[in-house]
């Protein structure tokens, strides 16, 4: 069963647990990664290897679902250790380049980012996979799908791998130990409809385990799916209502700040357990990302 072949891993993200996840995987010639985390939690992710037996240099590949910071900040780095680095097409000129994301990232997080997001590394072209939509990625007897899944991001892969589907983004965010989840709704490229059609793709294929980057391995997908879908809809109609009275940004960040956080406290979430949702998906973020669908998508139908 391939979920006795994966093990987490908490990369401590902030200090937090339950954050941000790196999925181990062995094979014949090292290990395989799902997600790199970002730069700053490379001592994290080299702790939790060598908790496993495993040194950098063990690492073989490294499969990114998206190229947001949190995702693959540290893939330049683990190239830089030996590894070859998988990315979605319209993600992988950011990972040879990645000025453009770093300005862009660094306009949103402004002194914060060092501490939040560390070093991000260029990836050599002889280093860095390209693989289609659906295109089977071999490595040993390992076998990934990857899933062209857009909607949180046009660069966005959910991968296969036996009874598996890592999710990366467009699968939410859930915390273990909460029947609940939210969806990350960054800028620029928030789509409900892609989202949407993403979801459904996902629900006609087969597995039995869904794993998030935020964070963790379920065992309930079609649930998880399902709420996903939920989540999005909800989010959508909250969207539109609030946006009848034309609000400043500032004021969508806080309205939807406090209709969030309204539904953590009928879920009974801890004060931890809403600090990790909060790491994992900042709701300012998610705010910013409606806003910019609004005016870009819906206003321009």
Same mark, same amino acid.
């Given at each position: !069963?391939?979920?006795?072949?994966?093990?987490?891993?908490?990369?401590?993200?902030?200090?937090?647990?339950?954050?941000?996840?790196?999925?181990?995987?062995?094979?014949?010639?090292? #290990?395989?990664?799902?997600?790199?985390?970002?730069?700053?939690?490379?001592?994290?992710? =080299?702790?939790?290897?060598?908790?496993?037996?495993?040194?950098?240099?063990?690492?073989?590949?490294?499969?990114?679902?998206?190229?947001?910071?949190?995702?693959?900040?540290?893939?330049?780095?683990?190239?830089?250790?030996?590894?070859?680095?998988?990315?979605?097409?319209?993600?992988?000129?950011? !990972?040879? @380049?990645?000025?453009?994301?770093?300005?862009?990232?660094?306009?949103?997080?402004?002194?914060?980012?060092?501490?939040? &997001?560390?070093?991000?590394?260029?990836? $050599?072209?002889?280093?860095? @996979?390209?693989? @289609?939509?659906?295109?089977?990625?071999?490595?040993?007897? #390992?076998?990934?799908? $990857?899933?062209?899944?857009?909607?949180?991001?046009?660069?966005?892969?959910?991968?296969?791998?036996?009874?598996?589907?890592?999710?990366?983004?467009?699968?939410?965010?859930?915390?273990?130990?909460?029947?609940?989840?939210?969806? $990350?709704?960054? $800028?620029?490229?928030?789509?409900?409809?892609? &989202?949407?059609?993403?979801?459904?793709?996902?629900?006609?294929?087969?597995?039995?385990?869904?794993?998030?980057?935020?964070?963790?391995?379920?065992?309930?997908?079609? &649930?998880?799916?399902?709420?996903?879908?939920?989540?999005?809809?909800?989010?959508?109609?909250?969207?539109?209502?609030?946006?009848?009275?034309?609000?400043?940004?500032?004021?969508?960040? =806080? !309205?939807?700040?406090?209709?969030? @956080?309204?539904?953590?406290?009928?879920?009974?979430?801890?004060?931890?357990? #809403?600090?990790?949702?909060?790491?994992?998906?900042?709701?300012?973020?998610?705010?910013?990302?409606?806003?910019?669908? &609004?005016?870009?998508?819906?206003?321009?139908?």
């Amino acid at each position: !069963m391939a979920k006795t072949r994966v093990v987490t891993l908490d990369l401590n993200f902030q200090g937090k647990t339950q954050a941000i996840a790196s999925y181990l995987i062995r094979h014949s010639a090292g #290990a395989i990664l799902i997600e790199s985390g970002p730069g700053s939690t490379f001592s994290a992710l =080299q702790a939790a290897l060598a908790e496993n037996g495993l040194r950098v240099s063990d690492v073989t590949h490294v499969l990114l679902t998206h190229i947001h910071l949190d995702h693959a900040g540290a893939a330049g780095w683990l190239a830089k250790q030996g590894a070859q680095i998988y990315v979605h097409p319209v993600g992988a000129p950011h !990972m040879l @380049n990645p000025e453009k994301l770093i300005a862009s990232a660094t306009r949103i997080y402004g002194d914060q980012m060092e501490k939040l &997001w560390g070093e991000f590394l260029p990836v $050599p072209q002889n280093q860095l @996979n390209v693989p @289609n939509d659906a295109e089977a990625i071999k490595i040993g007897s #390992a076998e990934f799908i $990857p899933i062209n899944t857009p909607g949180h991001a046009e660069h966005h892969y959910a991968y296969l791998f036996e009874d598996i589907c890592f999710s990366g983004d467009v699968g939410g965010v859930r915390i273990p130990g909460y029947p609940y989840l939210r969806v $990350p709704m960054p $800028p620029p490229e928030l789509h409900f409809g892609k &989202w949407r059609e993403s979801i459904a793709r996902l629900k006609k294929e087969k597995f039995a385990h869904i794993a998030p980057t935020h964070f963790g391995m379920f065992d309930d997908p079609e &649930w998880h799916l399902n709420e996903v879908q939920k989540e999005l809809d909800s989010a959508e109609r909250w969207l539109e209502n609030a946006m009848k009275a034309e609000p400043s940004i500032e004021e969508l960040r =806080q !309205m939807f700040t406090d209709w969030v @956080n309204k539904e953590g406290q009928r879920q009974n979430l801890s004060a931890d357990v #809403a600090k990790a949702y909060e790491l994992a998906n900042p709701l300012g973020m998610s705010a910013d990302g409606m806003y910019r669908y &609004w005016k870009k998508v819906r206003l321009a139908a």
